[in-house]
């Protein structure tokens, strides 16, 4: 039983193009989150939903649009696709919790991105 | 200021023998949690151990324990009898829980080489 999905595992595209990835969870969390990790493998967080409302949103270009349906899915469009673009977005989902609870995330198993 | 640091980019390490993993930490923020992730070459992220900051006790997780040090600010990862397996990159990752804030911020990771 797959708890965080993640499609398409692999994806090449060529610039200007459009683009999707979708996500899904089945651990019954109300958080989920977008990661961006470099070709320097430094991961870095995008935005994050808790049951379906924006709660992070960091410093992305407004070509990025995460759109959460309902609390078990999150996906991520991105209009215009550039060469700096290529990486490997991770889906998670962890519950949102409160203080220094453990509340670990639980990661999908990413989307290489390769823009050409 | 970088908030997670991981000053080993390499480490090798021979089977069966232990290593530790360093990261230092910096935070005001006095509810927050550390974690550890283990990033294998076919990419997945793995999550391994976590210690809260008002644990009294250092977390273990099997072959892993974490060596806290609040006052230093460093929560070291430890792997007894290292494995074949284990050769990763490892990542260390806070989230601070008095902001609200529930994304994880990592370090930039060590690469650990297991040798026979």
């Known amino acids: 039983d797959t708890a965080v999905s993640q499609t398409p595992k692999y994806l090449v595209t060529q610039m200007g193009n459009d683009k999707s990835i979708k996500c899904e969870q089945n651990?019954?969390?109300?958080?989920m989150y977008w990661y961006k990790q470099d070709s320097k493998k430094f991961l870095k967080i995008m935005f994050s939903?808790?049951?379906?409302?924006?709660?992070i949103n960091e410093t992305v270009p407004n070509r990025f649009s995460p759109k959460s349906p309902d609390k078990a899915h999150l996906n991520l469009h991105i209009n215009s696709l550039e060469l700096g673009d290529s990486a490997v977005y991770f889906c998670?989902?962890?519950?949102?919790?409160?203080?220094?609870?453990?509340?670990?995330?639980?990661f999908g198993p990413g989307t290489r991105l390769t823009v050409t | 200021a970088q908030k997670i640091t991981q000053t080993q980019p390499g480490m090798f390490v021979q089977e069966k023998e232990a290593v530790t993993l360093d990261c230092t930490y910096d935070?005001?923020?006095?509810?927050?949690?550390l974690f550890w992730y283990k990033q294998p070459s076919s990419g997945e992220m793995i999550f391994l151990i976590y210690q809260g900051s008002y644990d009294q006790q250092n977390a273990t997780e099997g072959r892993y324990s974490l060596n806290f040090q609040k006052a230093r600010k460093s929560a070291n990862l430890v792997i007894s009898a290292s494995q074949l397996g284990d050769s990763a990159m490892y990542f260390c990752?806070?989230?601070?829980?008095?902001?609200?804030?529930?994304?994880?911020?990592f370090g930039s990771g060590t690469r650990l080489q297991v040798q026979p």
């Open positions: 939903y808790n049951n379906k409302e924006l709660i």
């Open positions: 935070t005001s923020d006095p509810s927050y949690g």
């Open positions: 998670a989902s962890s519950h949102l919790g409160r203080g220094q609870g453990r509340y670990e995330q639980y």
């Open positions: 990752a806070m989230r601070e829980g008095g902001t609200g804030r529930r994304a994880l911020t």
């Open positions: 651990l019954g969390h109300d958080t």
